[in-house]
């Protein structure tokens, strides 16, 4: 956010008069930095579809300023309209923003002191004029932005084919949902809302009830444990639940009550029974990560 409200104002905001809804209504820190690349970004003269649809709070269709930071642009590669509300991933705009930067990066790395204009962004539709890549300063710490290695850019090719994904950045950052109030409620006209996804952070808390599963449907609950090096995770014996446990990563020790000791690998799946304790112990050097499914009444 201090990156972007570091750049020159571009024009005054205006609303989509086609807009059923209200405006604009701030639910987040992503919607404050949707109004504020809509004051200080560049607008693109072809539109992404749903800005072309009339989507979105703003008038026209604006992205993060070339001027801006990189950081800013890769966490924010779509335009302001597809910003709010969460809808990044839906922008058409998105891949190319990301690609943009990922070439100037690679550009930067591969001809150190030697800048080039990133002409992406006029062939996309850009106002102003291209940006040369070059080292920033940022927190005292002069940093260059460094090009994807070739084992990030075949895993974020393999995701990407499924839609998902566009580039490495989007495997590592957290969606602003995911770390408040991480969860998604549906939105069909319902008595109750349906909560229809859960983030990690969400599924990991543990300032309650310690390994309390989180309820997803009637009598099942859900719960992410990450067991690190050297330790070891308790689940105490539950008489009314039956959990299903699997090594989402890593390689763990199971003690299941009275049962002998067993060695599980990733993906595979243990139980414990209702009534019974279990220790799940961690001799490996990196974490192991659990994900368990709790069964009421079982």
Same mark, same amino acid.
Request: aromatic share 6%; net charge positive.
């Given at each position: 956010m201090k990156h972007?409200l570091?750049?020159?104002?571009q024009?005054?905001v205006?609303?989509?008069?086609?807009?059923?809804?209200k405006?604009?209504?701030?639910k987040?820190?992503?919607?404050v930095a949707?109004?504020?690349?809509?004051v200080?970004?560049?607008e693109v003269?072809?539109?992404c579809?749903?800005c072309?649809?009339?989507?979105?709070?703003?008038?026209?269709?604006?992205?993060v300023a070339?001027?801006?930071?990189?950081r800013a642009?890769r966490?924010?590669?779509?335009c302001?309209?597809?910003?709010?509300?969460g809808k990044k991933?839906?922008?058409?705009?998105?891949?190319?923003?990301?690609?943009?930067?990922?070439?100037?990066?690679?550009?930067?790395?591969?001809?150190?002191?030697?800048s080039a204009?990133s002409?992406?962004?006029?062939?996309?539709g850009f106002h102003?004029?291209?940006?040369?890549?070059?080292?920033?300063v940022? !927190?005292?710490?002069?940093?260059?932005?460094?090009?994807p290695?070739?084992?990030d850019?075949s895993?974020?090719?393999a995701?990407a084919?499924h839609?998902?994904?566009?580039c490495?950045?989007?495997?590592?950052?957290m969606e602003?949902?995911?770390?408040?109030p991480g969860?998604?409620?549906?939105?069909?006209i319902?008595?109750?809302?349906e909560t229809?996804?859960?983030?990690?952070?969400?599924l990991s808390?543990?300032?309650?009830?310690?390994?309390?599963a989180?309820?997803?449907? !009637?009598?099942?609950?859900?719960?992410?444990?990450?067991v690190?090096?050297?330790?070891?995770?308790l689940? !105490?014996?539950?008489a009314?639940?039956t959990?299903?446990c699997s090594?989402?990563?890593?390689?763990?020790?199971?003690?299941i009550?009275g049962?002998p000791e067993?060695?599980?690998g990733p993906?595979?799946l243990f139980?414990?029974?209702?009534?019974?304790?279990?220790?799940?112990?961690n001799e490996?050097?990196f !974490?192991?990560?659990?994900?368990t499914?709790v069964l009421?009444?079982?």
């Amino acid at each position: 956010m201090k990156h972007l409200l570091s750049l020159p104002k571009q024009r005054d905001v205006k609303y989509n008069t086609h807009r059923r809804r209200k405006p604009f209504i701030e639910k987040g820190s992503r919607d404050v930095a949707a109004m504020i690349i809509q004051v200080t970004g560049d607008e693109v003269l072809r539109k992404c579809k749903r800005c072309g649809q009339g989507k979105g709070p703003f008038e026209g269709c604006v992205v993060v300023a070339q001027a801006a930071h990189d950081r800013a642009k890769r966490r924010y590669p779509c335009c302001a309209n597809c910003l709010f509300g969460g809808k990044k991933l839906q922008c058409t705009l998105a891949k190319s923003t990301r690609t943009r930067t990922s070439l100037a990066a690679s550009a930067a790395a591969q001809s150190p002191g030697v800048s080039a204009p990133s002409k992406e962004v006029n062939e996309a539709g850009f106002h102003g004029e291209p940006r040369t890549q070059q080292s920033t300063v940022d !927190d005292g710490i002069s940093t260059t932005p460094a090009s994807p290695s070739l084992s990030d850019l075949s895993t974020a090719t393999a995701l990407a084919s499924h839609g998902t994904f566009q580039c490495p950045h989007d495997m590592i950052e957290m969606e602003d949902w995911e770390i408040a109030p991480g969860r998604i409620r549906g939105t069909s006209i319902i008595a109750e809302p349906e909560t229809i996804a859960f983030s990690k952070p969400y599924l990991s808390n543990t300032t309650s009830t310690p390994h309390a599963a989180v309820p997803v449907c !009637d009598d099942v609950g859900f719960r992410v444990d990450t067991v690190q090096p050297g330790d070891k995770l308790l689940l !105490d014996a539950e008489a009314d639940k039956t959990r299903l446990c699997s090594v989402a990563a890593g390689k763990v020790r199971v003690s299941i009550g009275g049962e002998p000791e067993f060695v599980l690998g990733p993906h595979g799946l243990f139980k414990v029974r209702a009534g019974a304790a279990c220790t799940v112990r961690n001799e490996l050097s990196f !974490d192991a990560v659990l994900h368990t499914v709790v069964l009421g009444g079982y």
